[in-house]
């Protein structure tokens, strides 16, 4: 007769266990076998005296199993999620008493859904790394293992179609594992399906905070079944590879990091911080009264201070650095099946995967990387019969790559593919008006017409692309993120999108210029040149549009004292600075009355009272405490233009 006392205690020592494991972190590898069997043979007891045998001797076959590849952690997840199912079985909890509390818990059930992204974006990597090396016996060890982890939790926290898809999958790679199931394209495809039934558990987990049915779920299941009634034959079987050389485990071993999750609100938060130290830093830099002090022993200080801030600064933007291969990698499965479906041949090449950018740009800019790639696949790449009637091979190229350039990061996204053609792209912008002739344009301005609204020069509309709307949503993230963009094409040899963004959101290079007695600052990324006009080079179009003479190309002039009312000191071109800017690809002259200097600031949002204000990106506190207006070049233009 089941002993309600000791079965209380039993479910407290689970739950405590089950807390160690999920909030906690893990049992490490360092805690050892014993520490183990002593946890296991603990509740094996304990399950005992409440009349649960069934539970006792699921603890006991834990402590009896042979080790495995399974981490210490691993097992007891999965004897935990045992105990638990045997403990269910054998008497279901009555309306009055407690049950698995922790698997509404939603501290716990976040940690699950953050972890299991981590395990099916690893898996998804390994799958494709697996299906060009099958014989890649680390990349099946590191697939079992995700799917293991995820079924264990699952388990726990009662997602019971989460657990059986993993547990199929699971049985399925231990096959492979064992040599006895050949990694073939179909075993591939299978697995990836069941990646993504995984995926939408976890996004119905997130969003109702419960995962009982998904769709297509025993279509699925019949299917890895079906893998696993095939008998594989020991040509077939993935042969099992000797063992990775010691320099590449050294390797491994070296970059092995310990990390820790921090809520990104806390990490924002200190991002703010460390800037509001900064400006305060530069105020004091600038004080009057500290200036007029002499003392050597105090200079030393300040510039100590001044040094230590600087660091910090470093330390606190570093830490929303993301490596962009992440980034790259989320395409890596969307050219697989895009290139399988439309029956082209593609291979994805990374440069410069270790390359770090700002978390916010980096998820900001997955959408305009992946319309991109898909444009690249279905507007540029030829079939692979086309690609061999131009001798060329049949497998085309799409390449990512990133590097630094001028202080900025830049995105390459190629393809070897047909290249853009300027006749085709001339004959859509004349049927949409949106040039007169175009003849005399030069390439670059002709193929940013791609990314106009609504252009495509799309024969017909399918369900990847033809509808003008992706290049255009590109352009509008990028200049977003205070970025552009650059077409480069050779008819036969492909085309070259680059990106050229901010290194972070946080911080901005900027001239601090003067209109009058306020002070504004230009993005320095959207800055070509600067001068002081000549008479003979300002002009007057049609008595309304004022134009300056640049390197023989007539440029737009905005008064930017015009632009916000106030009063300049000056009002003659003449007097004034005119600085050669950029936006959208429409170059244009800023006049202002001076340059005060060129500064790095923190940027600061104006606030809800204030709200958004056409032309401008935000403000900056200068050194001296006041608040200068940083400027958003393209509201600026834009707003010019539709006046």
């Known amino acids: 007769m089941p002993n309600p006392d000791a079965e209380s205690l039993l479910r407290e020592r689970i739950d405590e266990l089950a807390t160690r494991l999920l909030v906690s972190g893990a049992i490490e590898e360092q805690d050892g076998p014993g520490e183990f069997f002593t946890l296991l043979a603990g509740l094996a007891s304990q399950a005992r005296e409440a009349g649960y045998g069934e539970a006792a001797d699921a603890a006991q076959q834990l402590c009896a199993a042979p080790e495995g590849t399974e981490s210490i952690a691993d097992r007891l997840r999965e004897g935990l999620a045992r105990i638990q199912r045997a403990l269910e079985a054998t008497r279901a909890p009555a309306p009055d008493r407690p049950g698995n509390q922790l698997a509404h818990d939603p501290e716990i059930i976040a940690d699950f859904i953050l972890e299991s992204r981590e395990h099916l974006s690893s898996i998804e990597q390994c799958l494709l790394t697996l299906e060009r090396d099958p014989a890649n016996a680390d990349a099946i060890h590191s697939i079992f293992r995700g799917f293991h982890t995820i079924k264990g939790v699952a388990g726990f926290l009662e997602f019971a179609a989460i657990q059986e898809v993993s547990h199929e999958v699971e049985t399925a790679l231990n096959l492979a594992r064992e040599g006895k199931l050949a990694v073939t394209p179909a075993v591939i495809d299978v697995i990836l399906e069941s990646v993504d039934s995984v995926s939408r558990g976890i996004a119905a987990v997130e969003s109702t905070g419960a995962c009982r049915r998904l769709d297509g779920h025993d279509r699925l299941l019949a299917k890895v079944r079906a893998l696993m009634a095939q ?21 491994r071993q070296g970059a092995e990091v310990f990390r820790v999750r921090v809520d990104t609100s806390k990490l924002d938060y ?55 291969g992440q980034l790259f990698q989320r395409n890596a499965r969307l050219i697989r099946d895009l290139s399988r479906k439309m029956g082209k041949q593609v291979e994805l090449v990374t440069r410069g995967d270790d390359i770090e950018l700002d978390k916010t740009i980096a998820e900001e800019l997955a959408d305009p990387l992946m319309h991109m790639v898909r444009n690249s696949i279905d507007h540029g790449v030829e079939t692979p019969g086309e690609r061999q009637a131009l001798g060329k091979g049949a497998q085309a190229t799409i390449t990512l790559a990133a590097y630094h350039q001028a202080g900025q990061i830049a995105i390459e996204v190629a393809d070897d593919g047909k290249g853009l053609s300027r006749e085709k792209i001339l004959a859509k912008a004349r049927q949409k008006a949106l040039v007169e002739d175009g003849g005399h344009l030069p390439d670059a301005d002709i193929f940013r017409l791609i990314m106009e609204p609504g252009f495509s020069t799309a024969d017909s509309v399918t369900d990847i692309s033809g509808r003008g709307v992706g290049m255009d949503v590109v352009r509008k993230q990028v200049e977003k993120l205070r970025g552009r963009i650059e077409i480069h094409s050779r008819a036969g040899q492909g085309t070259t999108f680059l990106m050229k963004l901010p290194l972070t959101l946080a911080i901005i290079d900027g001239l601090v210029v003067t209109v009058g007695p306020h002070r504004y600052i230009v993005p320095l990324f959207s800055v070509r040149e600067m001068f002081r006009p000549a008479s003979e080079s300002i002009f007057t179009v049609q008595d309304r549009q004022e134009m300056a003479l640049v390197r023989g190309r007539l440029l737009p002039v905005v008064r930017l004292y015009k632009r916000f009312g106030v009063i300049p000191r000056a009002k003659d071109p003449c007097q004034a600075l005119l600085i050669v800017a950029e936006t959208g690809g429409q170059p244009f002259c800023l006049m202002v009355d001076d340059l005060a200097g060129k500064q790095e600031v923190v940027i600061k949002s104006l606030g809800e009272g204030i709200g958004e204000v056409p032309g401008v990106a935000g403000g900056a506190i200068l050194g001296d405490g006041r608040v200068g207006l940083i400027l958003d070049m393209a509201g600026i233009w834009g707003t010019d233009a539709r006046a």
């Open 270 to 324: 200190l991002v703010d911080m460390v800037g509001e130290m900064v400006i305060a830093q530069s105020i004091l830099r600038h004080n009057h009264a500290l200036a007029a002090i002499t003392d050597p022993g105090l200079q030393r200080d300040f510039a100590q201070l001044e040094r230590i801030t600087s660091e910090v600064q470093k330390t606190a933007m570093a830490m929303r650095m993301v490596p962009v």
């Open 231 to 251: 008998p594989s034959t020991p040509a077939e079987a993935s042969p099992e590879p000797a063992a990775a050389p010691p320099e590449e485990k050294a390797k």
